[in-house]
């Protein structure tokens, strides 16, 4: 847009690692981003979003921290020393560079490093992965970092089915809001949640913490870490032992119940309230309002997945509405899996016909210390980093940051902000932000398809993704049409066009002032187990699993805890100024960062509120500011995920302390197994 042209109003839509994927309406004025507000466009949510959005975006998009044109590092790694390069030098370096890792010890040397910075389908991966298929680089394994272990877990039950659309918790008698701080990290939930309270339904948290939620829910669980699947076996037998189970619904439609209730059974109320840290009374008290209410609808967070117990966790929650037949009903059953609703082409879009046979696949989690080890036949020899700010959101921070140091291998970061990472790369690719290029949204947490087109031109020199990997395509040599694919081909190559939902469309012309339902065959709204069915090898509901046991080790749940000589839990939930590590350079999230700890574990260690305090474990030691605060059991202290190392005087952060070992499905991430002490500074 020209400059002088009159403020506008341009319908976008929410890219972050968010459930919700709001659609926006952006106030352009003299083409920048002047103003982020919800639009009416996505009817779930309501023209609704969070005070992150609305207050940072803009900053985010013009402020001071915005790559506008490509660099070269001149000083040491973590410097910040970098000089300013053209496109063709900044192509040239990275055509080099990759080139001789490649010729050093071959392609999968070469590692892309990516996350979900943004979730639009184009700029979150598809030309990105059509390059880095064709070179022939290793392949990422991303769920490890996040949502993977919740996924396999609920696929390892009911195959890719998608669960219960959140907006049908209206229709809900009871809601268990299960590890999910609705109001932070799924705000639209909370709306549902407050419709169904005041049309008389019943509201129950289990969480570690009293969140918000919590405090105007019937009742608060407040587990210790890590022991949902406890909980959760202890809820399956009791509702068996009063009667509360749905026989006709086992018989039809659950595959192993018989072994998943042996196992369940061996936690009676006493000895899972001891082990979950809770009274016993509450177990009794869930399982009767649970065995009672029909609609009944679990909602799960992603919080409790960050765990060695977490998959199993979710395997044994998920099991409970298919032993009480609180499946087939709107508005009963699980949230999960939502966004598997829309028909993904993703093979066609990412091009995995081009990834030759044998290429290795590594772990998101096994980066870092990959890139620290000598003896690997084909060692990393050069990183990619997009899409992702490694050293702000790995566990084991310090090792991560030792990673980064190393000045033998090439690594190459393409990015929106100067984060904490990209201080450690060779050469750095400014990335266009979403309100500069068209992309399709689908979601993980509601059934909405969206598309936007750009609101704003490229902010200085940055590019799409797309157009980056198209230019690194050429400049590799690259010529099959698939590398010369417009954005417009791209998003038809996204999402199937036939599909009948799509009413004739292509997905390229979606309107952009509407979300697009996918609702189940025929139209049907989705209601599982009335219009989706499970998609699992027995067609029913698998709550023991042969091929989890075969891939896993756990033919049903299993509890193992963590051992540890440090006493205090360390929960790092999501804040309400970031999203995961993004917006962590505005000044919202300046200065040292709270802790919250209970006045009993405060008083013990003799912290008074205000003071900053030393938070260490084996792995290391970051610096935050004691808030006292009842809201946090004793023995767990919280504080929040995603902020930058300058907001520690240790230079590390809370992922310092987490610790690299691994989930008990899809080898996730173990965020909230760290365990601490807590000292005075
Ligand atoms: S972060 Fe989530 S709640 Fe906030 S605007 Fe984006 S999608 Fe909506």
Redesign the pocket.
Known sequence: MPDGQASITKPSV?????????S?DVTVDDGKVAA?R?STANPL?EG???????RYYPHFVHGEGRLTHPMKRVGKRGEDRFERITWDEALDLVHDGLSKAIAGHGPQSVVPLAYAGPHGMLAGGSMDFRFFHKLGATLLDRGPMCGGVKSEAFVSVYGAMPGTPPEQGVDAELIIVWSNNVTV????FIRTINRAKAAGAKIVVVDPKRIKAAEQADMHVAIRPGTDVVLAYALAAELERTGAFDQAFIDRWAHGADAFMDAARTWTVERAAEVCGVPQEQIHTLAAWYADASPALIGIGNGLERNQNGGNSVRAITALPVLCGKWGVRGGGVIAKVGAAVPKTMAKLQRTDLIPEGTRRMNIMDVPANMLRDDMDTPVAAVFVYNHNPIAVFPDQAKTVAAFSREDIFVVGCDVQMTDSMRYVDVILPACTHFEHADLFP?YGQTYLQRADAVIPPVGEALPNTEIFRRLAARFGFDDPCFKASDAELMDDAVDGGDPRLGGVRPSALPTDRALNMTADGQAEIVPFATVFPKTASGKAELASDWMAEARGFRVPAYRPVESGFPLALITPSSADR?NATFGGHAASDGVQPLEINPEDAAARNIEEGDVVRVHNELGETRLRATLTDAVRPGTVFSAKGTWMRTSETGLTVNALMPIHKADLCEGACFNDARVEVSKA
């Open positions: 929410c890219p972050l690692d968010c459930p919700d994927t709001c926006l982020v919800g949510t609704v979003v969070c005070n992150k959005v609305s990290s799924n705000l639209h979601a999203t």
